[in-house]
């Protein structure tokens, strides 16, 4: 490679440059200039491109399978008390889902969120000036609370532990993951509150809920541990924010912060957001109350609004794109908020409305792992595609 590269003219003067700045690292390591040239040019190549565009919106893809893995452990879990007739043999039935199948798919969550967090933090070492950028990002920012989410869901689903059995752990981990989210939530919701560069009717969009979604999971990994006092703190604080970020969104105020068409799968944020609290607040309270029940109703009413509007994701589905893992997140939260739900009410009906929700997240989870392995030069294009902006950032 090298003495094709000393051949070159002297209009080549940037090529000449990078040959001996690449020669002089490789002379210091003592190992062969030729071989090092290329392993170096190559895996610049290759890391590269990812740390460009790896942004922090690709945790939606770890979110939905940690919820999954969520969701079939509250399926194989045996009812609290018996059933009569049909429902009781259905929730046997589905106690009986593998559970080897149940480990792998955490397993596979675990590497996913693993190699994600992992290429993140290198990506803040190497390239913080985007990472601050995305800080600044009134949709960017939103999806800094993805992975801390993620964490405290896989938290929730590990077959390794209980919360109630093994306390210490679960308790370490849980303040390990709590803290950051905790962080953010000063930092927004105090620029909210104050009117700071960040005011609310200005750049509120529907990702804004994920900071509400945080809290609400949070507040319900600390009530499962026993800890009621810690998950009626963060419930409040979850809930309070998002009764302001609902009527804010609801009412479009003028100048409020947009999204791209390609971003429209975000819409399904609007009943998650419930879906989770009726979850949190079950876990709190101990039982599917009334309160549960009527944030689940909300948040099924949000989903047949959403669905019967398909022209609203036209565009967004023209061609394939990571906000595309925004679908599956909030109907698994959904369909776990059933489970409890068909688990209360006991009615033939309510156990059939699980089954179908449940049935719909898995058919969408798969779907998405189809496109995605069939779409892997898109969601990670060469390096000059984007150089650093905030269409990287948003898409």
């Known amino acids: 490679m090298l003495p094709a590269m000393a051949n070159v003219n002297q209009e080549s003067q940037p090529q000449a440059e990078v040959v001996v700045n690449v020669t002089s690292t490789i002379e210091f390591t003592g190992s062969s200039p ?8 190559k895996a610049k190549a290759l890391i590269l491109p990812i740390l460009m565009n790896l942004h922090a919106g690709y945790f939606r893809i770890s979110l939905s399978l940690c919820s999954q893995a969520l969701l079939w452990k509250t399926l194989s879990e045996p009812p609290s008390d018996g059933g009569a007739g049909d429902i009781h043999s259905l929730r046997k039935m589905l106690h009986r889902l593998p559970s080897t199948a149940f480990f792998l798919l955490w397993c596979f969550a675990l590497f996913t969120l693993v190699s994600l967090s992992l290429i993140y933090v290198v990506r803040c070492f190497l390239r913080f000036d985007m990472v601050k950028n995305e800080f600044l990002h009134h949709v960017g920012v939103n999806y800094l609370f993805a992975p801390w989410i993620s964490w405290l869901l896989l938290l929730q689903a590990t077959p390794f532990f209980k919360p109630k059995t093994t306390t210490a752990y679960y308790l370490v981990l849980w303040w390990v993951f ?16 104050t009117k700071g560069k960040r005011y609310l009717s200005g750049i509120a969009n529907p990702t804004s809920q994920m900071s509400v979604i ?7 990994a600390a009530a499962q541990m026993g800890w009621k006092e810690s998950a009626i703190c963060m419930f409040s604080l979850g809930m309070a924010h998002y009764f302001v970020l609902f009527v804010t969104l609801y009412q479009r105020l003028p100048g409020s912060g947009s999204i791209p068409a390609i971003l429209r799968p975000v819409f399904f944020l609007f009943f998650a957001a419930p879906s989770m609290a009726s979850l949190a607040w079950d876990s709190i309270s101990g039982n599917f109350d009334n309160s549960s029940k009527m944030l689940f109703y909300l948040s099924l009413f949000l989903f047949i609004s959403l669905v019967c509007r398909p022209a609203l994701f036209k565009k967004s589905m023209k061609k394939f794109n ?34 179908i929700l449940s049935g719909l997240s898995v058919l969408v989870l798969l779907l ?12 990670l294009p ?8 905030h269409s990287s950032i948003v898409s």
Not at 34 to 41: A, M, P, S, Y
Not at 178 to 192: C, E, H, N, S, T
Not at 334 to 342: C, I, K, L, N, R
């Open 34 to 41: 030729q071989n090092k040239t290329g392993v170096l040019i």
């Open 178 to 193: 709590v803290v950051p989210i905790v962080a953010l939530d000063v930092k927004i919701y105090g620029q909210w509150f």
């Open 214 to 220: 945080g809290n609400l999971v949070c507040a319900r």
């Open 322 to 355: 990571v906000a595309w893992w925004a679908y599956s997140f909030p109907l698994t939260a959904m369909a776990m908020a059933s489970t409890e739900y068909a688990q209360a009410v006991k009615s033939t009906e309510a156990h059939i409305l699980m089954l």
């Open 368 to 379: 998405l792992l189809l496109c995605t392995a069939l779409n892997t030069t898109l969601l």
């Open 382 to 389: 060469a390096a000059d595609d984007h150089d650093g902006d």
